[in-house]
């Protein structure tokens, strides 16, 4: 009778560099955790609360109205043809969204600690998870909106089909920010203190409640390094028909890029120690 000899088999697990330290193909195969995550943030959101997703609709409406009354009956900030109510929500639902996103994406890793550190999955569905959490409230917002144009006599034109190009680079600038904030976070806890005030000024560096046309000639494009400044402008153009300031709108993107590519850098090298400093 012979035996048989094997040599034992090693398997080496190594540190990946693909895209965000998983490949798309598992990305894929992740896609139902991905799903499921979004769904239970949707869920417990409003969790507890008296009036419940209603929130999603009074948080515009009362923005909205403190805006007219101090930027379009104080302020007289000129929009133009189109109405200041509308044109201050189109700004707010772009604003909203990335505002909800960011915040909740960047507290990822902190509100899913036990999920992190006991199971293995691509890290960066928790940060992807909270954005597309976030796209449940503009499904509201976009409602209300819609019922906003139809009153004030907006009238779209064909420009409407580039709106959901403008805000599919608002979901990828705020899926960049809350992944890089996400993995921040964890190793610097002063982001998540340090998070609400800065919201506050991007808010205010962004054309939410008054037209970038204020800005100088001179100044116009540095104004667009913030992205959001192109996106919402872009945004703007496709719902009124107003003309598109595209140099405004080239200098967010290229902006976004350098954005996005921070964003997978720093969170790529530090996916690999976020379980073990969480």
């Not at 709106?163 to 920010?177: E, H, Q, S, T």
């Not at 290229?254 to 790529?268: A, E, N, P, R």
Request: overall charge positive; proline content about 5%; glycine content about 6%.
């Amino acid at each position: 009778m012979s035996e048989r000899m094997t040599g034992p088999t090693f398997v080496k697990i190594g540190a990946r560099r693909a895209l965000l330290g998983a490949e798309l193909s598992e990305l894929w195969r992740y896609r139902e955790l991905l799903y499921f995550l979004a769904w239970r943030d949707v869920k417990i959101r409003y969790k507890q609360t008296l009036i419940g997703v209603a929130w999603v609709v009074l948080q515009p409406i009362i923005t909205v109205a403190i805006f007219t009354v101090l930027f379009a009956r104080v302020g007289a900030i000129d929009t133009g043809v189109i109405a200041y109510p509308v044109f201050a929500f189109a700004g707010l639902l772009v604003w909203l969204f990335t505002h909800t996103a960011v915040t909740a994406a960047g507290a990822g890793f902190l509100t899913n600690t036990n999920l992190v550190t006991k199971v293995y999955f691509p890290r960066v569905i928790v940060p992807l998870a909270a954005t597309l959490a976030a796209l449940f409230d503009v499904l509201f917002i976009a409602v209300l909106f819609a019922g906003f144009m139809v009153y004030y006599g907006v009238i779209p034109t064909a420009a409407i089909v580039l709106a959901p190009v403008f805000f599919l680079l608002a979901f990828i600038l705020a899926a960049a920010a809350g992944i890089l904030l996400s993995a921040l976070t964890v190793k610097y806890r002063d982001v998540k203190f340090a998070l609400p005030f800065a919201l506050q000024v991007w808010m205010i560096a962004s054309p939410v409640f008054y037209p970038a046309a204020i800005v100088s000639e001179k100044w116009r494009l540095w104004f667009g390094i913030n992205p959001l400044t192109g996106i919402i402008e872009g945004f703007r153009s496709s719902l009124f028909g107003t003309p598109f300031d595209w140099p405004l709108i080239a200098v967010s993107c290229i902006s976004l890029l350098v954005i996005c590519s921070v964003s997978l850098l720093v969170f790529t090298n530090m996916e690999d120690e976020l379980a073990d400093v969480i």
